[in-house]
């Protein structure tokens, strides 16, 4: 055997072929297990220059059991030399797997492991050393350190198994070195895992803690965010040093909740922060951070926060800051009341404007300061219902020489506006009674206005009484008595303008302007519905006397001209009274075919702008009872264009517009329709399902005419009447709705946003509450899917709130509902019109979709972004683009690497058929 080892260096001599050296080890492979052998196999392994033979030795080296080697340091020596010299990347593979396998048995290979793995850029040897470094036990210093500055280069494959091997490490250097995986440039679930292998170390170092949460600011995966908030929950103990990082993680993600509730739980304990958090409100841009900062803050003793949400920019900001300076305004007045009077002078926003001065009126007993401010808020208000409000607290103010003249600045224009509340005037009107006698413009002018104000004959007399308690200067209100005379000249001679026709006379000889409109007043005094002139008081009361005498004769009068000739003469000349022309009205009514007289008897009363409480009973009473159309019309239209001008109007016909009402009406008229088909399709059931046979009530035609109100809101939230829903006035009113859009009530609930919104939640509410199949609620369904559009397009692209967004979604599974009873073979290959903004969630548990039906429906009509999806599309565009400008080649490469590169996304499932055909057909044509 000596002598076959001593010819092992001839036998695989350079000087051979590589062959003839091949089969010479081969031969000797025998021989070459010997302690001797082995000695000569690694120093030809180290000193051999063909890859080929250095290859082989190196394989039978390996191939040698480790434990039939007495001299391990020759061998080892020999893997090193090859692992970290070697210039063929095989060789050091092989080699430096066998390190790894017996670097838990010999520590010095650990030292060799860490240089090849921190040196060697072949990833495969990386990984065989990584597997050793493994399986070394423990590790040494010279190896942690060198991990700190392989983990930031290392390649992709390697990261897995580097966060295993540096996670059971001894503090610090596991935890620090942990923190290099949580680098936004590393994988979403290798910086997820170092942030839950860091959570389970107990004690972390303060530096290490500051890392994390700059991470936070810095990460964009929601998962990674969460589970760094999750750690620093779990901590007993954070420096303030990581509260600087919390303060750029708050400005980053201003709306998360999780690290909202964390920071706020710590603020507790260090209450010497809340003033950097201050600090914090006033640095920011993030609306919601200061809104959740002032929720946070709202027990701290910092009066500048209120100060700076007042004067902040964003009206969120303001607005979060109203119940906190509710709270505090109380134990800060001094300091909050300016700032909240300015910011009630500069807030452009009416509701916000009307809250703080909410808080300035609730202060109870104000200060002369407060009362100053209330007064000259009152004066600079240009709303008219927050201005009413700050007048009412102004009434109370005590009169000062100081601001007398802004107080009647004030009244002045309460008087003087028609906007305000008849309650408010009349607290001016009591506060105007404490003033006395001056030479003051501003109290003459109130003086006027609260005559020039009065709306009708009653509030002229009361200012008149009021008038007559004060050393009024009547020579001074000649001219204004002069107009509210000819004003309410259809009122002679109620009081109080009998009263002024004497008075007026008097100064008559004094004043010119008098004198020349004496005739005037003389003839239009004596020429009212009562009386024409006195020369004529004796014809006055003869009208209606003749008129039944005509009636009961044969003569030409008696026919309809004769009767409207002798009407129109005693309109023209004023010779009937007021109380005849009712009574003619009432006669008129109870009589057949009267009615182009009652036409010419409603013209004349809306001329002259007859409108009593009287008329307006007999008008109701005859629409309640008459059964002639043409009168009813007449009558309706009377009552619709003058009714309002009477104030009792509006109670009487809602008095009428009852359900007991409507079921007499519908037992003694015929139906507007006798017949009804049943739905075929969906178009059918929307337009042609509505039920109503009495749509036609007079009654609701003069409720539909008056502005709504309250009036919808309080009917269809009525219980609902033991009767078929067509025949209810809920369904009566929403039909109204739903067909008219240019009427009253069209108007005032589409045309408005707040009233808007409103109702359509209001209508959604109920109809969840009327049992399935329920004729009405079928009719709302309807109405609500088809105002939706209008409403969302009155939104101006503004979101609608999370209640609507529901509700939409409640009405369109009820629209599907009814879609999927009239083609019960309905697939989803063809939705409804589909509503915008709905709430995906409660759409998707309302109706009963399939699987394969709710992907399709999501992806068209909740589109969620996709970066492989959009990457696919524009991919698909550009192969088509090549492919128009004849670029074959290109556009062929492209659709090959699109199907190589998305084929799991939607786009690329839908258009591979085509895609597909497109490349066979390019392939065929080469």
């Known amino acids: 055997m000596a002598t076959d080892i001593n010819l092992f260096d001839i036998l695989v001599s350079p000087e051979r072929s590589t062959a003839d050296r091949l089969q010479a080890l081969a031969d000797m492979r025998p021989f070459l297990e010997s302690d001797e052998g082995i000695a000569k196999l690694a120093a030809a392994t180290r000193d051999e220059a063909s890859k080929e033979v250095k290859l082989a030795m190196l394989q039978m080296l390996c191939g040698i059991d480790i434990a039939r080697i007495s001299n391990h340091q020759d061998y080892i020596d020999t893997m090193a ?6 210039p063929e990347r095989e060789l050091r593979r092989l080699a430096t797997g066998v390190l790894a396998a017996i670097a838990a048995h010999n520590p010095e290979v650990q030292e060799i492991l860490a240089l090849t793995l921190t040196n060697d850029l072949d990833t495969h040897v990386q990984m065989a050393s990584l597997h050793g470094l493994h399986n070394a036990v423990p590790k040494t210093a010279g190896t942690i350190q060198s991990l700190y500055g392989y983990i930031p ?150 009066p500048q926060l209120i100060i700076s949400a007042l004067q902040d920019n964003n009206p969120y900001v303001r607005e979060a800051a109203i119940p906190l300076l509710a709270y505090r305004f109380a134990q800060w007045q001094d300091q909050l009341e300016p700032v909240l009077a300015t910011a009630i002078r500069n807030e452009p926003l009416i509701a916000l404007r009307r809250a703080l001065a909410d808080i300035l009126l609730q202060t109870g007993r104000k200060s002369a300061q407060t009362e100053a401010i209330l007064t000259t808020l009152a004066l600079g208000e240009t709303d008219h219902w927050l201005k009413a409000r700050l007048a009412a607290a102004v009434c109370q103010v005590v009169v000062t020489d100081s601001n007398r003249h802004d107080l009647l600045q004030l009244f002045c224009e309460v008087m003087e506006g028609p906007w305000y509340p008849d309650t408010l005037k009349d607290q001016v009107i009591e506060r105007l009674k404490t003033f ?25 007399d009361r200012s008149y009484e009021l008038l007559k308690t004060l050393k009024t200067d009547w020579e001074e209100l000649a001219p204004v008595l002069m107009r509210l005379l000819l004003r309410h000249i259809g009122s002679y001679p109620q009081a109080p303008l009998a009263d002024w026709v004497q008075l007026l006379g008097k100064m008559a000889d004094t004043q010119a302007p008098i004198r020349t409109a004496l005739p005037w007043m003389i003839q239009l005094t004596g020429a009212n519905w009562l009386l024409k002139n006195a020369e004529k008081s004796e014809q006055t009361g003869a009208f209606l006397a003749a008129f039944k005498h005509a009636l009961m004769t044969d003569s030409g009068t008696a026919s309809f001209l004769g009767m409207k000739a002798l009407i129109t003469d005693a309109w023209n000349n004023r010779t009937i009274k007021k109380a005849e022309l009712i009574e003619l009205y009432g006669m008129l009514l109870r009589m057949p075919k009267s009615t182009g007289l009652i036409q010419l008897v409603l013209g004349i009363m809306r001329e002259g702008k007859l409108v009593t409480p009287e008329l307006i009973d007999i008008s109701l009473r005859y629409i309640l009872y008459g059964q002639d159309s043409s009168t009813l019309y007449e009558v309706a239209s009377y009552l619709e264009k003058m009714g309002f001008l009477d104030l009792s109007y509006r109670h009487k016909l809602t008095d009428l517009f009852t359900q007991e009402r409507y079921n007499e009406y519908m037992v003694y008229h015929v139906p507007d329709i006798q017949s009804k088909r049943s739905a075929a399709t969906l178009n059918d059931w929307e337009y042609a399902g509505w039920g109503c046979a009495y749509n036609n009530w007079p009654i609701a035609r003069l409720v539909f005419a008056l502005e709504p109100g309250d009036l919808p809101a309080k009917l269809f939230n009525a219980p609902m009447p033991e009767l078929p829903a067509q025949n209810t006035l809920q369904y009566l009113a929403l039909e109204h709705l739903f067909r008219n859009g240019s009427g009253t009530w069209a108007k005032a609930i589409f045309k408005d946003q707040q009233q808007y919104g409103a109702f359509l939640l209001m209508l959604a509410n109920r109809y969840q509450q009327l049992p399935a199949g329920d004729a009405l609620g079928d009719r709302m369904v309807v109405t609500f899917w088809r105002k939706w559009y209008d409403y969302t397009s009155l939104l101006n692209k503004l979101p609608v709130s999370p209640e609507l967004s529901e509700a939409i979604s409640i009405m369109y599974a009820g629209v599907l509902t009814k879609l999927s009873q009239l083609d019960p073979e309905f697939k989803g290959k063809q939705y409804p019109d589909v509503p915008k903004q709905m709430n995906k969630e409660a ?84």
């Open 843 to 926: 759409l998707q548990q309302r109706w009963p979709f399939t699987t394969e039906m709710w992907e399709d429906f999501a992806y068209k009509h909740f589109p969620v972004k996709d970066p492989a999806q959009e990457a696919a599309v524009a991919l698909y565009q550009q192969a088509a683009k090549n492919l128009q400008d004849g670029k074959t080649e290109e556009g062929y490469t492209l659709l090959k690497e699109l199907l190589t590169l998305y084929p799991q996304t939607r786009f690329v499932k839908e258009k591979q058929e085509t895609i597909e055909k497109t490349i066979s057909m390019i392939e065929e044509r080469r």
């Open 153 to 302: 280069v290392a390649p992709l494959a390697c990261k897995e198994s580097l966060l295993k091997l540096v996670a059971p490490l001894p503090l610090p250097d596991n935890a620090k070195l942990l923190l290099l995986f949580i680098n936004p440039a590393e994988r979403e679930q290798l910086r997820l895992t170092a942030v839950q292998e860091l959570a389970n170390i107990p004690s972390l170092p303060t530096e290490v803690l500051a890392g994390i949460t700059a991470a936070l600011a810095t990460d964009s995966s929601w998962k990674v965010q969460g589970a760094i908030i999750n750690l620093l929950r779990t901590r007993k103990h954070i420096d303030e040093q990581v509260f600087t990082h919390l303060f750029q993680a708050l400005q980053q993600m201003p709306d998360q909740p999780e690290l909202l509730a964390l920071v706020a739980d710590r603020l507790t304990a260090l209450a010497h922060l809340q003033p950097l958090f201050a600090n914090l409100f006033q640095q920011t841009t993030s609306a919601n951070l200061k809104m959740n900062l002032l929720s946070m803050l709202q027990n701290s003793e910092v």
């Open 81 to 86: 030399s090859i692992a970290c010299l070697e």
């Open 436 to 460: 006395s006698y001056t030479d003051d413009a501003g109290f003459k002018r109130c003086l006027a206005l609260l005559l020039e104000q009065a709306k009708d004959i009653y509030e002229l």
